[in-house]
């Protein structure tokens, strides 16, 4: 099945598949699911959490016997990745909350991702044991020592099968180089380098080497007085490894050559789309600061997620986006009451399915949108319990923005702001979505004819 | 478990629960709603709500720097389009920690802007505290504030009858009772940060004045110790 191919003749009908976490309506702080990544095959799915943990779903094998249920998604691996720690400096403590995972592309039989906190960089092999040596001439089944002295014959120890076991190692630590919080993680498309960014900073980094990174962006003032922007997410290009993006809370993106010169704080291309004079607000900066910036596949557009909007920029036309999709305009008349509680500030992902012919974000009431850039058509479902029935259709959601609200709408003022979509994935080649709600994971497949 | 500090993400969890209801009084300037109520005291309400984000974002044990250029930022602009000199009619006093709201509506606005550049500032000195040393750079030990104060005041405890404002002519005054001795010695300059490929020295460079042998050793045993607790377990390579 190629996405895409199908959204010129058909909407694609989506099935709810899986919901993985609990469903006490307690929420633990700790089970808050703070990133959710597709490895580049789709055969796994990793989700970060606020607890540090990471847990890595592996995509069964498909049956022949049930053609209709494609593979599921059960737990492959779980560990604690990231642990609290407190600067004694600073007296300070860094929270263990995983902010990005980022897988790097398979090269033998062991799985390898990055994942950060808000100050260090873990790289961690993951990898399956399922056999085990046996006949050790100096050891027992036990592993204790035998005596020499009892040893008559010499034997050469066989591997014989166990019970498969998912170890998850940590090979390499990359710390002490980010003063501000790291907000992206990056791998480079040689495989070699990746690159972290912070508020401020961004370091490129070997994997090979970690006691020392290569600064490429700061924009740190020299008076700190003079801050006025800083950098909210970075993105190296899917196929020129010199070529990377990061966005500012300006609404601005940024596109530099490592080429041009080793510190690039002179961009190679300004992306920037004008103020519109009738929206203007005192919260124009607010909602112009860019949440995420994803390339597509192809590597010709970019992706940004705003407050309000997503917008899709062709990398060779600077001063204005070449599509813009409103996510939810109805909250442009509530920018205040959001600005005092603080949901104005929430930061949410945007992603391109296979294809890069459909981009998807969340907003609240567990509600997601997708947006078919070829038919323009749009649909907004929700990620709920109530429909989790196996392979049952998600139903279109509707908001009603006024006047006489519909059986089957919800009012803006009935959507509950603590329930926000930040984190989806989408499967590199299928239409296979993954959906973080709080602390539950929601897996959503195409329909299967 | 190691105590957290306040934490921004659950009060906004906490918060964001309540449905929003239309409220015109709240609404921005622009909006068609907004001309029924008086665009001076809409924006002065929006005005003192900024100062008190950015007082509760700089509580905060470590704050989120892009919410507090942001709120900074608004604040700029909803100062540069208030009436620098108008009277405004008496506020209603704003359901928040008891003492600070009168405070901050005596606080002048010309002092506010001094004052939040002053508080960026300290942050940039209290962040340069937090360097390990790199190599392949210019060895020396982390930067540290220069008779700056931590950002993160503690709620009441600054603001005795005789301080006054919060803020009000900078912070020096705030600060009488505190003792920066360790930090004023100037020992280390702000050292440069990460593996800058044109490595520069900036104008804000200090030059180290001399200190005495045990404070010294006092401070270097702090940053050895320090060094030794922040080092992982080298892993398996």
């Known amino acids: 099945m190629i996405p895409g191919i199908g959204a010129f003749t058909r909407d694609i009908l989506w099935c709810f598949s899986q919901v993985k976490g609990t469903m006490e309506t307690g929420t633990t702080e700790a089970d808050i699911i703070s990133t959710v990544e597709f490895n580049h095959t789709g055969e796994l799915l990793a989700t970060g959490d606020k607890g540090g943990r990471v847990v890595i779903f592996q995509r069964e094998q498909e049956s022949k016997n049930q053609v209709h249920r494609r593979g599921e998604y059960n737990v492959y691996s779980t560990f604690q990745s990231h642990e609290p720690e407190f600067d004694y400096l600073k007296s300070l403590e860094i929270e263990e909350k995983i902010n990005k995972i980022r897988w790097l592309p398979q090269q033998n039989a062991a799985y390898f991702l990055l994942s950060t ?48 076991m998912v170890e998850a190692t940590p090979r390499r630590v990359f710390a002490n180089a980010h003063t501000y919080h790291i907000n992206s993680i990056s791998v480079n498309s040689d495989y070699e380098t990746y690159m972290s960014a912070d508020d401020l900073r961004i370091n490129l980094w070997n994997f090979e080497i970690t006691n020392q990174s290569f600064n490429i962006v700061d ?14 997410a970075a993105e190296f290009h899917p196929h020129h490894c010199n070529t990377f993006v990061y966005s500012s809370s300006k609404g601005t993106i940024r596109l530099c050559d490592m080429r041009a010169s080793a510190l690039c704080d002179r961009h190679t291309k300004f992306f920037e789309e004008p103020e519109d004079p009738s929206n203007r607000s005192f919260f124009s900066e607010i909602i112009s600061s860019i949440s995420d910036v994803k390339f597509s596949h192809s590597g010709r557009y970019i992706m940004t997620r705003d407050y309000l909007t997503v917008k899709v920029w062709d990398l060779n036309m600077e001063n204005r986006p070449i599509e813009t999709y409103q996510v939810h305009d109805y909250l442009r008349s509530k920018l205040c009451s959001l600005y005092e509680n603080d949901c104005i500030f929430d ?72 329930k926000k979509i930040l984190h989806t994935a989408w499967h590199p080649s299928e239409n296979i979505i993954a959906v973080a709600a709080t602390n539950n994971l929601y897996i959503f497949q195409d329909k299967v004819n | 478990m190691l105590s957290k500090g306040l934490k921004r993400k659950q009060e906004e969890e906490e918060e964001g629960k309540e449905a929003l209801a239309v409220d015109t009084w709240w609404l921005g300037p622009g909006h068609p709603a907004v001309a029924h109520a008086p665009p001076a005291v809409a924006s002065r309400s929006l005005f003192d709500l ?87 750079v210019d060895e020396g030990p982390p930067g540290h504030p220069t008779g700056g104060a931590p950002p993160s005041l ?47 020295d900036g104008p804000g460079k200090e030059e180290a004045p001399e200190l005495d042998e045990a404070e010294l050793d006092y401070l270097m045993d702090v940053l050895v110790g320090t060094q030794a607790l922040e080092r992982p377990p080298g892993p398996g390579c």
């Open chain 1, 219 to 232: 924009i740190k003032p020299a008076n700190m007085e003079e801050l006025t922007e800083v950098i909210t």
């Open chain 1, 117 to 164: 906190n808000d100050k260090t960089v873990k790289l961690w092999k993951v990898s399956e044991r399922d056999k085990r040596p046996e006949g050790y001439n100096l050891k027992d089944e036990e592993g204790r020592l035998r005596d020499p002295a009892t040893i008559t014959t010499l034997r050469v120890p066989v591997l014989r099968p166990m019970d498969l």
């Open chain 1, 347 to 418: 930061k949410f992902e945007c992603v391109w399915n296979g294809s890069d012919s459909v981009i998807m974000t969340g907003s609240y009431n567990n509600f997601f949108r997708m947006f078919d850039r070829n038919t323009k058509r749009d649909v907004t479902l929700e990620a709920s319990r109530e429909n989790s029935k196996p392979r049952a259709i998600l139903k279109p959601r509707k908001v009603c923005v006024g006047g006489k609200r519909r059986k089957d709408e919800i009012s803006v003022d009935s959507l509950d702001f603590s």
């Open chain 2, 154 to 200: 503690g709620a009441l405890d600054l603001l005795g009858p005789a301080t006054g404002c919060l803020l009000v002519d900078g912070l020096e005054g705030l600060f009488e009772d505190t003792d920066t001795s360790m930090y004023d010695s100037e020992l280390w300059a702000p050292a440069s940060e990460g593996h800058k490929s044109s490595p520069e």
């Open chain 2, 50 to 136: 900024s100062v008190l984000k950015l007082h509760h974002s700089l509580q905060q044990s470590e704050p989120d720097l892009q919410h507090l250029v942001l709120v900074v930022n608004t604040l700029r602009r909803i100062q540069a389009c208030m009436a620098p000199t108008a009277a405004l009619p008496p506020m209603p006093s704003l359901p928040t920690a008891p003492g600070i709201a009168d405070n901050l509506l005596a606080s002048s606005d010309a002092s506010l802007s001094a004052s939040m550049a002053s508080l960026l500032e300290d942050l940039s000195h209290i962040e340069g505290l937090s360097q390990a040393p790199q190599p392949l």
